[in-house]
Protein backbone atom coordinates (compact mmCIF):
# COMPACT_ATOMS: atom_id res chain seq x y z
CA UNK A 1 0.00 0.00 0.00
CA UNK A 2 1.58 3.56 -1.05
CA UNK A 3 1.78 6.15 1.80
CA UNK A 4 -1.11 8.02 0.14
CA UNK A 5 -3.44 4.84 0.41
CA UNK A 6 -2.40 4.64 4.07
CA UNK A 7 -3.03 8.00 5.34
CA UNK A 8 -6.00 8.15 3.59
CA UNK A 9 -7.70 4.73 4.70
CA UNK A 10 -10.49 4.79 7.18
CA UNK A 11 -8.46 3.06 9.60
CA UNK A 12 -5.85 5.85 10.00
CA UNK A 13 -8.34 8.65 9.56
CA UNK A 14 -10.63 7.54 12.04
CA UNK A 15 -7.16 7.04 14.07
CA UNK A 16 -6.67 10.67 13.75
CA UNK A 17 -9.86 11.57 15.31
CA UNK A 18 -9.25 9.37 18.10
CA UNK A 19 -5.83 11.18 18.80
CA UNK A 20 -6.82 14.47 18.23
CA UNK A 21 -9.72 14.16 20.59
CA UNK A 22 -7.85 12.56 22.89
CA UNK A 23 -4.96 15.29 23.04
CA UNK A 24 -7.08 17.26 23.51
CA UNK A 25 -8.71 16.57 26.33
CA UNK A 26 -5.16 15.83 28.17
CA UNK A 27 -4.02 19.14 27.76
CA UNK A 28 -4.92 22.11 29.77
CA UNK A 29 -8.47 23.78 29.56
CA UNK A 30 -8.73 26.72 27.41
CA UNK A 31 -6.24 25.16 24.75
CA UNK A 32 -8.84 23.46 21.76
CA UNK A 33 -7.06 21.65 19.45
CA UNK A 34 -10.64 21.15 17.21
CA UNK A 35 -8.93 22.99 14.58
CA UNK A 36 -6.80 19.93 13.49
CA UNK A 37 -9.99 18.20 12.41
CA UNK A 38 -10.18 20.52 9.01
CA UNK A 39 -7.09 18.12 8.08
CA UNK A 40 -9.25 15.04 7.89
CA UNK A 41 -11.34 15.64 4.94
CA UNK A 42 -8.86 16.41 3.09
CA UNK A 43 -7.06 13.20 3.66
CA UNK A 44 -10.48 11.26 3.32
CA UNK A 45 -10.79 12.79 -0.65
CA UNK A 46 -7.87 11.74 -1.51
CA UNK A 47 -8.95 8.24 -1.70
CA UNK A 48 -12.77 8.54 -0.85
CA UNK A 49 -16.20 9.28 -1.87
CA UNK A 50 -18.58 12.25 -1.56
CA UNK A 51 -20.16 10.62 1.56
CA UNK A 52 -16.94 10.01 3.22
CA UNK A 53 -15.81 13.67 3.00
CA UNK A 54 -18.87 14.66 4.17
CA UNK A 55 -19.03 12.06 7.28
CA UNK A 56 -15.39 13.42 8.12
CA UNK A 57 -16.56 17.01 8.17
CA UNK A 58 -19.67 16.55 10.23
CA UNK A 59 -17.90 14.67 12.62
CA UNK A 60 -15.06 17.22 12.96
CA UNK A 61 -17.80 20.15 13.30
CA UNK A 62 -19.28 18.28 15.92
CA UNK A 63 -16.32 17.02 17.57
CA UNK A 64 -14.92 20.60 17.45
CA UNK A 65 -17.88 22.01 19.06
CA UNK A 66 -18.05 19.72 21.94
CA UNK A 67 -14.22 20.14 22.75
CA UNK A 68 -15.21 24.07 22.78
CA UNK A 69 -17.49 23.29 24.78
CA UNK A 70 -15.44 21.27 27.48
CA UNK A 71 -12.67 24.12 26.74
CA UNK A 72 -15.37 26.81 27.89
CA UNK A 73 -14.82 28.76 24.49
CA UNK A 74 -17.95 28.06 22.57
CA UNK A 75 -18.99 31.02 21.15
CA UNK A 76 -16.31 32.58 20.96
CA UNK A 77 -13.75 33.80 17.91
CA UNK A 78 -11.78 30.69 18.36
CA UNK A 79 -14.60 28.75 18.14
CA UNK A 80 -16.12 30.33 15.00
CA UNK A 81 -12.74 30.10 13.39
CA UNK A 82 -12.41 26.43 14.59
CA UNK A 83 -16.33 25.73 12.81
CA UNK A 84 -15.16 27.57 9.34
CA UNK A 85 -11.84 25.73 9.35
CA UNK A 86 -12.96 22.69 9.51
CA UNK A 87 -16.48 23.51 6.83
CA UNK A 88 -14.09 25.08 4.76
CA UNK A 89 -11.97 21.96 4.55
CA UNK A 90 -14.89 19.42 4.23
CA UNK A 91 -15.58 22.36 0.75
CA UNK A 92 -12.22 22.03 -0.38
CA UNK A 93 -12.31 18.32 -0.04
CA UNK A 94 -15.19 17.78 -2.36
CA UNK A 95 -13.38 19.69 -4.57
CA UNK A 96 -10.49 17.65 -4.89
CA UNK A 97 -12.66 14.76 -4.28
CA UNK A 98 -14.29 15.62 -7.45
CA UNK A 99 -11.19 16.60 -9.31
CA UNK A 100 -9.87 13.41 -8.39
CA UNK A 101 -13.04 11.44 -9.99
CA UNK A 102 -12.71 13.54 -12.76
CA UNK A 103 -9.46 12.25 -13.69
CA UNK A 104 -9.68 8.57 -13.15
CA UNK A 105 -12.37 8.88 -15.12
CA UNK A 106 -10.24 10.26 -17.88
CA UNK A 107 -7.31 8.17 -17.15
CA UNK A 108 -9.70 4.66 -17.24
CA UNK A 109 -11.09 5.63 -20.58
CA UNK A 110 -7.62 6.37 -22.38
CA UNK A 111 -6.44 3.23 -20.79
CA UNK A 112 -9.54 1.76 -22.48
CA UNK A 113 -8.50 3.06 -25.69
CA UNK A 114 -5.05 2.03 -25.32
CA UNK A 115 -5.89 -1.19 -24.81
CA UNK A 116 -8.41 -1.65 -27.82
CA UNK A 117 -5.38 -0.38 -30.24
CA UNK A 118 -2.72 -2.90 -28.57
CA UNK A 119 -5.77 -5.35 -29.17
CA UNK A 120 -6.42 -4.36 -32.66
CA UNK A 121 -2.45 -4.33 -33.58
CA UNK A 122 -1.98 -7.77 -31.06
CA UNK A 123 -5.26 -10.26 -31.76
CA UNK A 124 -5.43 -13.00 -29.79
CA UNK A 125 -4.16 -15.82 -31.80
CA UNK A 126 -5.23 -19.58 -32.43
CA UNK A 127 -5.51 -22.07 -29.76
CA UNK A 128 -3.89 -24.73 -31.59
CA UNK A 129 -1.31 -24.11 -35.05
CA UNK A 130 -0.16 -27.41 -36.40
CA UNK A 131 1.13 -29.73 -33.73
CA UNK A 132 1.44 -27.37 -31.31
CA UNK A 133 -1.01 -25.17 -28.96
CA UNK A 134 -0.66 -21.44 -28.54
CA UNK A 135 -1.38 -19.03 -26.59
CA UNK A 136 -0.13 -15.18 -26.06
CA UNK A 137 -1.13 -12.83 -23.22
CA UNK A 138 -0.28 -8.74 -23.23
CA UNK A 139 -0.36 -6.51 -19.66
CA UNK A 140 -0.13 -3.06 -20.05
CA UNK A 141 1.38 -0.86 -17.05
CA UNK A 142 -1.27 0.12 -14.44
CA UNK A 143 -0.11 3.75 -14.31
CA UNK A 144 0.75 4.08 -17.94
CA UNK A 145 -2.00 4.45 -20.35
CA UNK A 146 0.45 4.89 -23.36
CA UNK A 147 0.03 2.18 -26.29
CA UNK A 148 3.19 0.00 -25.87
CA UNK A 149 5.68 -1.17 -28.27
CA UNK A 150 5.79 -5.49 -27.63
CA UNK A 151 5.24 -7.00 -30.34
CA UNK A 152 4.01 -10.72 -31.38
CA UNK A 153 2.21 -13.04 -33.86
CA UNK A 154 2.00 -16.89 -34.35
CA UNK A 155 1.61 -18.12 -38.31
CA UNK A 156 0.97 -21.37 -39.44
CA UNK A 157 3.31 -23.01 -42.46
CA UNK A 158 3.33 -26.22 -43.88
CA UNK A 159 5.19 -27.77 -41.80
CA UNK A 160 4.92 -25.98 -38.49
CA UNK A 161 5.08 -22.78 -37.52
CA UNK A 162 6.77 -19.23 -37.24
CA UNK A 163 6.26 -17.30 -34.08
CA UNK A 164 8.05 -13.60 -33.20
CA UNK A 165 8.11 -11.43 -30.57
CA UNK A 166 9.86 -8.24 -29.66
CA UNK A 167 9.87 -4.60 -28.47
CA UNK A 168 9.69 -1.37 -29.61
CA UNK A 169 12.17 1.11 -27.79
CA UNK A 170 9.31 3.97 -26.46
CA UNK A 171 5.90 3.99 -26.15
CA UNK A 172 2.77 6.07 -27.60
CA UNK A 173 2.22 6.10 -31.62
CA UNK A 174 5.85 6.29 -33.01
CA UNK A 175 6.29 2.84 -31.22
CA UNK A 176 3.46 1.43 -32.30
CA UNK A 177 4.01 2.91 -35.93
CA UNK A 178 7.39 1.45 -35.58
CA UNK A 179 5.70 -2.17 -34.31
CA UNK A 180 3.05 -2.35 -36.76
CA UNK A 181 5.31 -1.80 -39.62
CA UNK A 182 7.71 -4.85 -38.34
CA UNK A 183 4.37 -7.16 -37.52
CA UNK A 184 3.01 -6.62 -40.99
CA UNK A 185 6.20 -7.53 -42.90
CA UNK A 186 6.47 -10.99 -40.67
CA UNK A 187 2.71 -11.57 -41.50
CA UNK A 188 3.25 -11.06 -44.85
CA UNK A 189 6.36 -13.04 -45.56
CA UNK A 190 6.41 -15.19 -42.47
CA UNK A 191 4.70 -18.41 -43.81
CA UNK A 192 6.78 -18.48 -47.14
CA UNK A 193 10.15 -16.97 -46.65
CA UNK A 194 12.90 -19.36 -47.09
CA UNK A 195 14.55 -18.96 -43.81
CA UNK A 196 14.44 -16.37 -40.47
CA UNK A 197 17.40 -14.13 -41.43
CA UNK A 198 15.79 -12.53 -44.59
CA UNK A 199 12.75 -12.60 -42.49
CA UNK A 200 14.85 -10.55 -39.85
CA UNK A 201 16.27 -8.32 -42.78
CA UNK A 202 13.26 -7.51 -43.78
CA UNK A 203 11.35 -6.24 -40.81
CA UNK A 204 14.56 -4.03 -40.42
CA UNK A 205 14.03 -2.34 -43.93
CA UNK A 206 10.90 -1.56 -42.46
CA UNK A 207 11.70 -0.13 -38.70
CA UNK A 208 14.44 1.89 -40.61
CA UNK A 209 11.64 3.66 -42.42
CA UNK A 210 9.70 4.33 -39.77
CA UNK A 211 12.32 4.39 -36.73
CA UNK A 212 14.11 8.00 -35.87
CA UNK A 213 18.12 7.73 -35.38
CA UNK A 214 17.79 6.32 -31.30
CA UNK A 215 14.88 3.90 -32.53
CA UNK A 216 15.55 -0.14 -32.47
CA UNK A 217 13.36 -3.08 -31.79
CA UNK A 218 14.87 -6.27 -29.92
CA UNK A 219 13.08 -9.11 -32.11
CA UNK A 220 13.27 -12.78 -31.39
CA UNK A 221 12.62 -15.39 -34.68
CA UNK A 222 11.60 -18.73 -34.09
CA UNK A 223 10.99 -21.49 -36.33
CA UNK A 224 9.13 -25.10 -35.12
CA UNK A 225 8.64 -27.83 -37.49
CA UNK A 226 6.20 -30.49 -37.36
CA UNK A 227 9.02 -32.82 -36.15
CA UNK A 228 10.04 -31.08 -33.14
CA UNK A 229 13.18 -28.73 -34.38
CA UNK A 230 13.19 -25.52 -33.46
CA UNK A 231 15.04 -22.66 -35.17
CA UNK A 232 16.10 -19.38 -32.92
CA UNK A 233 16.76 -16.24 -34.27
CA UNK A 234 17.69 -13.11 -31.62
CA UNK A 235 18.00 -9.40 -32.87
CA UNK A 236 18.88 -8.11 -29.01
CA UNK A 237 15.93 -10.00 -27.66
CA UNK A 238 16.17 -12.28 -24.50
CA UNK A 239 16.02 -15.85 -25.34
CA UNK A 240 13.11 -18.03 -24.62
CA UNK A 241 12.58 -20.69 -21.99
CA UNK A 242 12.25 -24.20 -22.68
CA UNK A 243 10.07 -26.21 -20.04
CA UNK A 244 9.96 -29.88 -20.79
CA UNK A 245 7.31 -32.76 -19.24
CA UNK A 246 9.22 -32.86 -15.97
CA UNK A 247 8.99 -28.82 -14.76
CA UNK A 248 12.39 -28.88 -15.36
CA UNK A 249 12.79 -24.87 -17.14
CA UNK A 250 16.30 -24.07 -19.27
CA UNK A 251 17.35 -20.83 -20.97
CA UNK A 252 17.45 -22.26 -24.38
CA UNK A 253 20.68 -21.04 -26.34
CA UNK A 254 20.69 -18.33 -28.46
CA UNK A 255 23.49 -16.42 -30.68
CA UNK A 256 23.86 -12.69 -29.81
CA UNK A 257 22.93 -10.16 -32.51
CA UNK A 258 22.42 -6.49 -32.67
CA UNK A 259 18.74 -5.46 -32.56
CA UNK A 260 16.94 -4.52 -35.81
CA UNK A 261 16.98 -0.81 -36.74
CA UNK A 262 20.14 -0.01 -36.23
CA UNK A 263 21.27 -0.40 -39.67
CA UNK A 264 23.88 -3.12 -38.44
CA UNK A 265 22.51 -5.95 -40.32
CA UNK A 266 23.99 -7.18 -43.33
CA UNK A 267 22.32 -9.01 -46.30
CA UNK A 268 23.73 -12.10 -47.80
CA UNK A 269 26.83 -12.05 -49.78
CA UNK A 270 25.91 -12.58 -53.30
CA UNK A 271 28.00 -15.65 -53.66
CA UNK A 272 26.13 -16.99 -50.22
CA UNK A 273 22.32 -16.56 -52.29
CA UNK A 274 21.10 -19.31 -53.82
CA UNK A 275 17.23 -20.26 -54.85
CA UNK A 276 16.77 -16.88 -56.13
CA UNK A 277 18.24 -14.77 -53.76
CA UNK A 278 16.31 -16.10 -50.97
CA UNK A 279 19.58 -17.71 -49.45
CA UNK A 280 19.70 -21.24 -48.20
CA UNK A 281 20.34 -22.43 -44.70
CA UNK A 282 24.00 -22.85 -44.72
CA UNK A 283 24.72 -19.98 -46.04
CA UNK A 284 22.79 -17.61 -43.80
CA UNK A 285 23.62 -19.37 -40.60
CA UNK A 286 20.79 -21.75 -40.21
CA UNK A 287 21.35 -25.98 -39.38
CA UNK A 288 24.96 -26.24 -40.67
CA UNK A 289 26.71 -23.38 -38.63
CA UNK A 290 24.60 -23.72 -35.47
CA UNK A 291 24.62 -27.41 -34.85
CA UNK A 292 21.48 -29.14 -32.92
CA UNK A 293 21.02 -29.61 -29.09
CA UNK A 294 18.32 -31.44 -27.59
CA UNK A 295 15.85 -29.37 -25.29
CA UNK A 296 15.98 -32.03 -22.67
CA UNK A 297 19.57 -32.22 -22.33
CA UNK A 298 20.62 -30.50 -19.18
CA UNK A 299 24.10 -29.45 -20.83
CA UNK A 300 22.53 -26.89 -23.35
CA UNK A 301 25.56 -24.17 -23.82
CA UNK A 302 25.28 -21.16 -25.61
CA UNK A 303 26.64 -20.44 -29.09
CA UNK A 304 29.38 -18.42 -29.81
CA UNK A 305 29.07 -14.77 -31.40
CA UNK A 306 29.86 -14.75 -35.02
CA UNK A 307 32.24 -12.06 -35.99
CA UNK A 308 30.19 -11.05 -38.91
CA UNK A 309 26.83 -9.30 -38.75
CA UNK A 310 25.64 -11.97 -40.62
CA UNK A 311 22.36 -13.63 -38.81
CA UNK A 312 23.43 -16.84 -37.20
CA UNK A 313 20.39 -19.00 -35.88
CA UNK A 314 20.89 -21.37 -33.15
CA UNK A 315 18.35 -24.98 -33.20
CA UNK A 316 17.25 -27.54 -30.62
CA UNK A 317 15.27 -30.46 -31.07
CA UNK A 318 11.70 -30.47 -29.04
CA UNK A 319 10.03 -33.86 -27.40
CA UNK A 320 6.37 -33.92 -27.45
CA UNK A 321 5.27 -31.88 -24.29
CA UNK A 322 8.32 -29.19 -24.53
CA UNK A 323 7.15 -25.99 -23.88
CA UNK A 324 9.07 -22.90 -25.59
CA UNK A 325 8.16 -19.60 -23.46
CA UNK A 326 8.92 -16.60 -24.97
CA UNK A 327 8.59 -12.81 -22.97
CA UNK A 328 9.42 -9.75 -23.27
CA UNK A 329 11.58 -6.94 -20.95
CA UNK A 330 8.80 -6.07 -18.66
CA UNK A 331 8.34 -9.81 -17.75
CA UNK A 332 12.33 -9.89 -16.84
CA UNK A 333 12.52 -6.25 -15.54
CA UNK A 334 9.71 -6.52 -13.43
CA UNK A 335 10.38 -5.95 -9.42
CA UNK A 336 9.03 -6.08 -5.73
CA UNK A 337 8.89 -3.31 -3.60
CA UNK A 338 12.56 -4.32 -2.62
CA UNK A 339 13.57 -3.76 -6.06
CA UNK A 340 14.12 -7.83 -6.52
CA UNK A 341 13.45 -8.48 -10.16
CA UNK A 342 10.96 -11.50 -10.80
CA UNK A 343 12.31 -15.11 -10.87
CA UNK A 344 10.76 -16.46 -14.05
CA UNK A 345 12.74 -18.89 -14.40
CA UNK A 346 11.35 -21.14 -10.98
CA UNK A 347 7.96 -19.19 -11.13
CA UNK A 348 7.55 -20.42 -14.24
CA UNK A 349 8.86 -24.08 -13.05
CA UNK A 350 6.38 -24.32 -10.89
CA UNK A 351 3.36 -22.92 -12.69
CA UNK A 352 0.66 -25.58 -13.28
CA UNK A 353 1.70 -28.11 -15.18
CA UNK A 354 2.19 -29.52 -18.68
CA UNK A 355 -1.41 -30.95 -19.37
CA UNK A 356 -3.04 -27.46 -17.98
CA UNK A 357 -4.27 -25.12 -21.50
CA UNK A 358 -1.61 -22.73 -21.99
CA UNK A 359 -3.82 -20.19 -21.49
CA UNK A 360 -4.32 -20.99 -17.98
CA UNK A 361 -0.50 -21.10 -17.50
CA UNK A 362 -0.12 -17.53 -19.22
CA UNK A 363 -2.80 -16.43 -16.61
CA UNK A 364 -1.53 -17.84 -13.61
CA UNK A 365 1.89 -16.44 -14.66
CA UNK A 366 0.46 -13.04 -15.09
CA UNK A 367 -0.98 -12.98 -11.63
CA UNK A 368 1.70 -14.52 -9.28
CA UNK A 369 3.74 -11.66 -11.62
CA UNK A 370 1.33 -8.55 -10.07
CA UNK A 371 1.39 -10.23 -6.63
CA UNK A 372 5.06 -10.14 -6.85
CA UNK A 373 4.88 -6.87 -7.55
CA UNK A 374 2.37 -5.46 -5.36
CA UNK A 375 -0.40 -5.15 -7.89
CA UNK A 376 1.32 -2.78 -10.24
CA UNK A 377 3.86 -3.33 -13.47
CA UNK A 378 6.51 -0.68 -14.30
CA UNK A 379 6.52 -1.76 -17.80
CA UNK A 380 4.34 -3.58 -20.46
CA UNK A 381 4.57 -7.54 -20.92
CA UNK A 382 3.99 -9.78 -23.37
CA UNK A 383 3.90 -13.10 -22.91
CA UNK A 384 3.98 -16.20 -25.71
CA UNK A 385 3.60 -19.89 -24.74
CA UNK A 386 3.98 -22.94 -27.75
CA UNK A 387 3.57 -26.31 -26.41
CA UNK A 388 4.77 -28.52 -28.62
CA UNK A 389 2.01 -31.65 -28.89
CA UNK A 390 1.95 -33.80 -31.84
CA UNK A 391 -0.06 -36.18 -33.21
CA UNK A 392 -1.28 -39.02 -31.92
CA UNK A 393 0.06 -42.16 -34.79
CA UNK A 394 -3.18 -42.22 -37.26
CA UNK A 395 -4.03 -38.94 -36.51
CA UNK A 396 -3.69 -35.94 -38.68
CA UNK A 397 -2.31 -32.64 -37.81
CA UNK A 398 -4.51 -29.43 -38.10
CA UNK A 399 -2.03 -27.49 -39.48
CA UNK A 400 -2.80 -24.60 -42.27
CA UNK A 401 -1.23 -22.18 -44.13
CA UNK A 402 1.59 -22.13 -47.04
CA UNK A 403 4.37 -24.82 -47.88
CA UNK A 404 6.87 -25.23 -45.89
CA UNK A 405 9.67 -22.98 -45.75
CA UNK A 406 12.45 -25.44 -46.23
Same mark, same amino acid.
Not at 19 to 30: E, S
Given at each position: ???A???????F?????V????????????QS? &??LF????V??AVN????????????? =?????????? /?H?? &???????????? =???T???L??Q????D?????????????V??????????????????A????S????????????????????????????? +??G??????A??A????????HD??D???I &????E??????A???D?????? =??V?????????S? +???????? /???GE????P?? $??P??????????A??D?????????????G???? +???????????????P??????TT?????? &? *????????G?L??R /? $??????????????CL?P????????A??NA?M????G??L? *???????L?????L? +???????G?????
Open positions: MSVAFVSSRWVAALFVITFADLVTARGL &GASILPLVGGRRAVVAAGALG =VVLAALLSWY /NDA &GQARFFARFIAV =VGAGLGVLAVRVRERRLARAQRIADAQRALLPVPPRRVGPFEVATYAAAHDAQVGGDLYDVVGTGSGLRAVIGDVR +GKLPAVRIGGLGVFRAVGERLPL &GRRMHSVLREGPEFVTVLL =VETTGGRCTLLY +GHPPPLVR /NVAVREAVA $AHPIGLGLLRDPPERADGGYGSAGASGPGDA +GVVSAADPAIDPLATDSASARELILVP &G *DELLLVTDVEA /N $AAGEFYPLTPRYAGGHDPPAEVLALDRVYCGED *DDSALVLRYTPPP +GERSSSTAVSPR
